[in-house]
């Protein structure tokens, strides 16, 4: 076997390890997510929480808005909103602009819980790199956004 064709099946190794990383990272993220979303309340799906989370990042929307945002089929969003609607963690007021529309925004209720939820998720990923140096999570963080940035 030719050098070449060493160093190719060791890349193809090492590009199978950062899959296997990458998935355990997802599942991850996954589990926890899960979780965030049974304690801002135990009736909703998981996927509730992203809809609180993009609320609080974005401000007040309409459900297609968000559907968008989120990547999400609308119908489902719908759904998403009206358990959180229910469980008081969303309300809907007339949009100023078109009173046949809603905004959606958080309650002062859902936003007491949301903060609980971040504050314990923040917990987690800190004690994942508490031990960590701080030349460690600079990389960490580099490598990661080169990840996540498409390739032109």
């Known amino acids: 076997m030719s050098r070449k064709e060493c160093r190719e099946i060791d890349r193809e190794k090492?590009?199978?390890?950062v899959g296997e990383q990458v998935s355990a990272l997802v599942t991850a993220a996954r589990a926890l997510t899960a979780a965030a979303s049974a304690e801002l309340h135990p009736d909703l799906q998981?996927?509730?929480?992203?809809?609180?989370?993009?609320?609080?990042?974005?401000?007040p929307a309409h459900a297609g808005t968000i559907a968008e945002g989120l990547g999400m089929d609308k119908s489902a969003v719908s759904r998403?909103?009206?358990?959180?609607?229910r469980t008081?963690?969303?309300?809907?007021?007339?949009?100023?602009?078109?009173r046949r529309a809603a905004l959606l925004s958080i309650t002062a209720l859902g936003e007491?819980?949301?903060?609980?939820?971040?504050?314990?998720?923040?917990?987690?990923?800190?004690?994942?790199?508490?031990?960590?140096s701080s030349e460690e999570l600079a990389t960490f963080a580099e490598l990661l956004r080169r990840f996540n940035t498409p390739p032109p």
Do not use: C, M
Not at 14 to 17: E, F, H, I, M, Y
Not at 80 to 85: C, S
């Open 88 to 98: 008081g963690i969303l309300r809907a007021t007339p949009d100023p602009n078109d």
């Open 14 to 17: 090492l590009v199978a390890s």
């Open 46 to 59: 998981p996927a509730a929480f992203h809809v609180v989370q993009w609320i609080k990042a974005f401000g």
């Open 112 to 132: 007491k819980r949301l903060k609980k939820v971040q504050e314990q998720k923040g917990q987690v990923f800190y004690k994942r790199l508490e031990r960590w």
């Open 80 to 85: 998403l909103i009206g358990d959180l609607k």
